[in-house]
């Protein structure tokens, strides 16, 4: 069996009064990819967002590689380093070209030797069909190349588990499907572990192993892939995949 490479107990957020996650289980072994699923609103981003520190969990715990998380900023930054994200907005340092982009976490954070660093990062680049573009600036470059950069940022510092907060979501339609391939492949050829949370249901539906499907902060089914999208097992779920088809 695969090591479990992050376990979640019990957690709960709160924002003031009002609690937006509550008691949320599960965890995730090496090589799975889980889709995070459900109507906006229903807490996924949050969730997601807590598993690496951007926003601090009012009770509970995580657990990566075994060890509890120790939810100080010191610690968060460690941990960050093997726990990458990539979010909608692609968060690029406007001033900084696309290979200074890159390598700003080995360098600073990892402090690996540079000309190590650079050629890991053009070959990541190359990967991606994007290695003409190691000197060009993000306002250089369009929705998809923007977010494929921010992809290849991550993969940089050699994370564990990779973390994406509707990366297609702010991209044109045409755009999108580069994107979604290069996860697949990630997940595919990479073996590569993965939390998803995504509004593209057949994206979902092929890459995914296991679906967590919240609403209103509640978990209310973990269900395989493939069995969510034949035979979710609340009416729900089942609703919201309805809703999707339109």
Request: hydrophobic letters at 40%.
């Amino acid at each position: 069996m695969t090591k479990e490479i992050l376990r979640v107990e019990k957690l709960n957020k709160f924002y003031g009064k009002r609690q937006i996650l509550f008691d949320v289980n599960f965890s995730i072994r090496q090589g799975e990819v889980l889709a995070l699923l459900g109507p906006s609103g229903s807490g996924k981003s949050t969730l997601i967002r807590c598993l690496n520190g951007l926003e601090q969990f009012s009770g509970g715990s995580l657990f990566f590689a075994g060890q509890k998380v120790v939810t100080n900023e010191k610690s968060w930054q460690q941990l960050r380093q093997k726990i990458g994200m990539v979010f909608q907005s692609y968060d690029l340092f406007p001033n900084l070209t696309v290979l200074d982009n890159i390598l700003l976490g080995p360098l600073k954070v990892q402090k690996k030797d540079r000309k190590q660093a650079e050629q890991e990062a053009i070959a990541l680049l190359d990967r991606v069909g994007l290695a003409e573009y190691t000197k060009a600036y993000p306002r250089q470059l369009s929705g998809g190349q923007k977010q494929r950069i921010a992809i290849i940022r991550a993969l940089a510092l050699h994370p564990e588990l990779m973390l994406f907060d509707e990366v297609t979501a702010s991209l044109d339609p045409e755009m999108v499907r580069g994107v979604l391939e290069i996860i697949k492949e990630l997940s595919e050829k990479d073996n590569m572990t993965m939390i998803i949370v995504t509004h593209e249901m057949n994206f979902a539906e092929q890459i995914a192993d296991r679906v967590l499907f919240l609403d209103q902060g509640h978990v209310l089914e973990e269900t395989a892939g493939k069995q969510f999208f034949a035979s979710a097992q609340t009416e729900r779920a089942r609703d919201f995949l309805e809703s999707m088809k339109f």
